[in-house]
């Protein structure tokens, strides 16, 4: 019989996290166990040998996240539907283990266990983090009395711009739900609450778009219309966004939203930039300016040809014949933008820019391009410590000019 003594949680983290699990038999000559590695459909996703360990003579060990790592990505979707499905940041699977052992010096095959579902998705989470997590904590459950989390590292209060494009990621332990979004005026005074069905059970991990725009596309409202601050330090409208069942009764985190505007003068856009929890965040930079370089590759040519005249000359008409010719040519776009002022949970967040694996850019058409962030290493900046208003400039590259032309 195949005993499996540890396995991971119902959901894990695969990205630099491992996916561990430890089986033994109660047959003492057990030499090895094949492991299938199967989806929800039972297709295979691998099929992997493990052979018994001395620290464990009847059994052994292994971690899986460097075969399932590879089946899971983050997933950016562009469209104004509030509620997405992101199918390709999770994936569920299964094993099937089969034991051999040597029965009279014959190697021969014993009992095979299929497990249940486990679910990873493409996530990181700290080694000090890991150690004690509950996949609740990251997955919608019925009966867990704590606050779901987005996959995102964003404060629970951030300000958000007129054209600011915000996505919330979440998983999905099999619950039928519903976004609550609820708007407030300056004096917390509450004007109206909408509510966009969508999530179900079959739905493992989605994502919603809390931009003011697409809130403002898709609901008509008579009696409000978003006003947006031009300042700090002055009350402001704003708006939550909380995942809740069916019964009203809260599943995740609420996020708070504080409507601030720019300045006539400003020019903003959005960079969009993958984080470690799996999900994508946003954020809001001013006034971009670029800088152009181009690399050229050239060969050498004679001079020397016939003219239109027919005579062998180096100037043909007045123009003198090249030398020399461009045969390839790179060109290279470089932006520099800056933040509004950072508050200091703020400035912790940004960590997660810097080591981002994708970044995009949202052009005026509503497209995203793909760039490259400059940024290498980044200063942690505390209000305490400064005296100045704390602000990062970002710095990022590609082969297109003129991206806000």
């Not at 018994?52 to 075969?67: A, E, H, N």
């Not at 469209?79 to 040597?102: D, G, H, R």
């Not at 003198?320 to 912790?348: C, W």
């Not at 290498?376 to 602000?391: E, F, M, W």
Request: with cysteine.
């Amino acid at each position: 019989m195949i005993t499996i003594t540890s396995e991971p949680q119902k959901f894990s983290p695969v990205k630099n996290n491992p996916v561990m699990f430890q089986l033994t038999s109660d047959r003492s000559s057990i030499t090895y166990f094949i492991v299938k590695i199967l989806a929800a459909d039972d297709s295979v996703i691998a099929s992997q040998k493990y052979y018994t360990v001395p620290p464990i003579p009847l059994g052994t060990y292994f971690d899986l996240s460097s075969i399932l790592s590879n089946y899971v990505d983050y997933q950016l979707i562009n469209t104004e539907n509030i509620i997405e499905t992101t199918p390709n940041v999770s994936l569920a699977y299964k094993l099937q283990i089969t034991e051999y052992y040597l029965s009279i010096g014959v190697l021969t095959q014993g009992d095979t266990l299929t497990t249940g579902l486990f679910n990873i998705w493409n996530g990181e989470l700290r080694r000090i983090d890991f150690t004690d997590f509950d996949y609740h904590q990251y997955a919608l459950s019925s009966g867990y009395t704590g606050a779901t989390q987005f996959l995102t590292n964003k404060p629970l209060t951030t300000a958000i711009y007129r054209n600011s494009t915000e996505y919330l990621y979440y998983l999905n332990n099999g619950q039928n739900a519903q976004v609550k979004v609820e708007y407030y005026n300056k004096n917390n005074g509450l004007i109206d609450t909408e509510y966009v069905t969508g999530i179900t059970s079959t739905q493992m991990a989605g994502r919603i778009n809390v931009s003011p725009e697409t809130f403002e596309n898709l609901f008509d409202y008579s009696e409000f219309s978003f006003e947006f601050t031009p300042t700090f330090g002055t009350p402001a409208f704003y708006y939550t966004v909380q995942i809740i069942d069916l019964s009203g009764n809260p599943l995740s985190e609420k996020r708070i939203y504080i409507l601030r505007d720019v300045l006539n003068c400003t020019k903003s856009f959005s960079l969009i930039f993958s984080n470690e929890k799996g999900g994508y965040d946003s954020l809001t930079l001013f006034n971009p300016q670029e800088q152009i370089s181009s690399e050229k590759t050239t060969i050498g040519k004679y001079p020397f040809a016939l003219n239109s005249s027919g005579v062998y000359s180096d100037i043909n008409n007045g123009i003198y014949n090249e030398t020399s010719t461009v045969i390839n040519s790179i060109t290279t776009s470089q932006y520099t933008a800056i933040t509004d002022v950072l508050s200091d949970d703020t400035a912790k967040w940004l960590r997660s820019i810097i080591i981002a694996e994708k970044v995009f850019v949202r052009l005026k058409n509503g497209r995203f391009y793909p760039v490259n962030l400059s940024n290498t290493s980044y200063s942690i900046r505390q209000k305490r410590l400064s005296t100045d208003n704390n602000r990062l400039e970002i710095t990022f590259s590609c082969d297109t000019p003129g991206l806000f032309d």
